[in-house]
């Protein structure tokens, strides 16, 4: 077999183990005597049309070990979405560095990036073996049990959340905290495993897999306050209306937008304070505090998964393994076996590309506001161990000596 020279690509949103998918190519590419070099794009596909291009094979393995370690994308990211044009202009770069595969870690964008250069290559007859990495805190990649990204974004969110109903149930009030999730609810709904003791919050969960009725939002947080005198709430960041129409677009009109034309969701702490707004003027409740968590969730350093790290990891080897012993392009894919192990097998790039998974039915409550014990089953393994846990006083009370108080 020839040699080759390779290239790897980052997209989308960084993660706490994307650099573990880099090095996990990386590495099972120096085992290949078949691959030559090695080349990363800085900053996704705009470094591929850009020709920023560094040479990876000359990394030494104690460097790649820690930049693995490392959250945030390495070698930089992009939210370009490339449509045939660009992706005609990224197969001429691919040609002219003579790359025979071509490796993109990223979501269901990045997967459809992949799916097009795939099929332009083989119109010109190119040689050219592509391979979609998954990636996405999301969890909305189709066809996965899970994604790497998400098992640490979510051990994020249960700490936060064992924290916040600490602080709300020292000083009692309504706390209201966005997390990140426009059309998938996994990251909001991990929020459910923060809890420990009866009482204990997150006490209601909003999720854009359900209609979001914001009279009745505020009717459950009157009914939770009333039985226990303060309120934690989890909502998604891309909760929406019957019609679709994502609430932060309702109660604030003039919202902004992103690159392509989405409502601006992340980076933003509107949709908490209006929801706060509307919780102090209807209920009349006066500690009312909310937060958006944003892009902390995505490369929290200190807080990951080492189940994830490890399918990080592995991910990017069987990319290799797979586009040298395939024969055909696709999307490595996560599958669940048994009680918690996984496999890995090689899905289709059409059967990924732009689209999205959501929270199936059964692990959603049936209130619509909260998760099922399937939910809590199906992410507790992937949230690695060591995880704090939360204690209360036992002590008995001392009867009162001055009734009148």
């Known amino acids: 077999m020839p040699s080759l020279g390779i290239l790897i690509a980052q997209g989308g949103g960084p993660t706490a183990v994307i650099n573990q998918s880099l090095a996990g190519v990386v590495f099972e590419a120096h085992h290949r005597c078949a691959i030559e ?9 705009r470094g591929i049309l850009n020709e920023d291009l560094l040479d990876l094979s000359s990394e030494t393995a104690a460097n790649l070990e820690a930049v693995a370690r490392t959250p945030g ?41 992949v799916r097009i250069v795939s099929e332009q290559a ?13 990636k996405t805190i999301d969890n909305d990649l189709v066809g996965n049990d899970h994604t790497p990204g998400f098992p640490s974004a979510a051990r994020f969110v249960v700490q936060a959340f064992i924290g916040a109903n600490l602080d709300n149930a020292s000083l009692p009030g309504v706390y209201v905290a966005v997390v990140m999730g426009r059309h998938a609810g996994f990251l909001t709904a991990a929020s459910a495993l923060a809890r420990r003791f009866p009482g204990d919050g997150p006490h209601l969960i909003y999720l854009p897999e359900r209609t979001f009725e914001p009279e009745r939002f505020v009717a459950d947080v009157k009914a939770v306050h009333d039985r226990l005198g303060r309120c934690v709430v989890a909502v998604s960041e891309g909760v929406h209306d019957a019609a679709a129409v994502p609430i932060i677009s309702k109660l604030a009109p003039a919202a902004e937008r992103d690159p392509h034309g989405n409502v601006q969701l992340s980076g933003t702490g509107a949709l908490a304070d209006l929801l706060c707004a509307q919780i102090r003027e209807r209920l009349g409740v006066k500690r009312v505090r909310g937060e958006t968590f944003g892009y902390l969730q995505r490369s929290f350093a200190g807080c990951v998964s080492e189940v994830d790290q490890r399918e990080a990891f592995e991910v990017g080897e069987r990319a290799v393994r797979f586009a040298l012993a395939a024969d055909r392009d696709g999307s490595v894919a996560i599958k669940r076996v048994g009680h918690y192990a996984v496999d890995y097998e090689l899905a289709p790039l059409e059967a990924v590309a732009a689209r999205t998974r959501v929270m199936e039915d059964a692990l959603i409550d049936e209130s619509g506001t909260d998760v099922t014990d399937a939910f809590r089953a199906y992410l507790q393994p992937l949230l690695g161990s060591g995880l704090p846990e939360a204690h209360r006083l036992r002590a008995t009370a001392v009867p009162r000596q001055l009734k009148t108080r």
């Open 37 to 45: 070099r090695v080349y990363g794009a800085r900053h996704g596909v």
């Open 73 to 113: 994308s390495a070698l930089g990211s992009t939210r370009d979405k490339p449509d045939l044009p660009y992706c005609q202009e990224i197969l001429k770069v691919l040609k002219a560095h003579q790359i025979g595969h071509f490796y993109y870690i990223g979501g269901n964008d990045s997967a459809d990036t």
């Open 122 to 134: 083989r119109a010109s007859g190119y040689p050219l073996r592509c391979i979609h990495i998954p």
